[in-house]
């Protein structure tokens, strides 16, 4: 009976052999990440890169992206709600005190006002109100909040993702945060019935770029 003797490969071939293997994995999850990146990233480019020179944005884009921060908020029931919760859907994001002044009452009547004008595509927007102190929240206001998320967070701790306006305070904006949990926007101050039209085209074209991408619901 005949034995054939089999060398062993050299341990450095065996060692190169294993690094190109390491380095075509790493290629092929690459490959897969940017082939399921790729709508959102088409989108993104068609809204900021791809557009006519006429059409200028009336809210201020976010460059770069804050991404929503890992924080606890209260519920209105008291119930703890992390933020995270928040992803999935486009945010119209608007803050101010529990007492609601003027102002808060203003923003919060356009909040509403801009997701109704989007008709259909309104069921992509969640309408989010941050409450930044332990104020009693009016009861005029419950009706105008019904289908709205009511959150108690501090002002210390949002000022760390959303920022306003120099010369300007934090409630005197409303706010866009995309789907994936990234504050990208901001309206200008105090907006009023005429620019909030505006505010409305700036929202219909996100929806537009980001249809093939964002269906409604989380």
Not at 170 to 195: C, T
Request: glycine share 6%; aromatic share 6%; charged share 20%.
């Amino acid at each position: 009976m005949g034995l054939t003797v089999h060398s062993l490969p050299a341990p450095e071939q065996s060692m190169a052999d294993d690094a190109a293997r390491v380095i075509q994995g790493r290629w092929r999850l690459a490959l897969l990440m940017l082939v399921c990146a790729a709508p959102v990233i088409a989108s993104y480019f068609t809204y900021y890169v791809v557009r006519p020179d006429a059409r200028r944005n009336f809210g201020e884009l976010i460059q770069p992206q804050r991404p929503l921060p890992e924080l606890t908020a209260a519920a209105p029931d008291g119930q703890s709600v992390a933020l995270s919760t928040l992803k999935g859907q486009w945010l119209l994001v608007s803050v101010g005190s529990g007492a609601c002044g003027p102002v808060c009452e203003q923003q919060l009547y356009l909040q509403r006002q801009l997701r109704e004008s989007l008709g259909k595509e309104k069921e992509r927007v969640d309408r989010v109100w941050f409450v930044t102190d332990a104020q009693a929240l009016p009861a005029a206001l419950q009706e105008g909040l019904k289908g709205a998320t009511v959150l108690r967070v501090p002002q210390a701790q949002l000022v760390q993702w959303l920022e306003p306006e120099a010369g300007h305070a934090l409630p005197e904006h409303l706010y866009v945060v995309d789907p994936m949990g990234n504050w990208m926007m901001r309206f200008p101050a105090q907006l009023d019935l005429a620019s909030a039209a505006k505010a409305k085209r700036d929202l219909e074209r996100l929806l537009r770029a980001s249809a093939s991408w964002d269906p409604a619901g989380r």
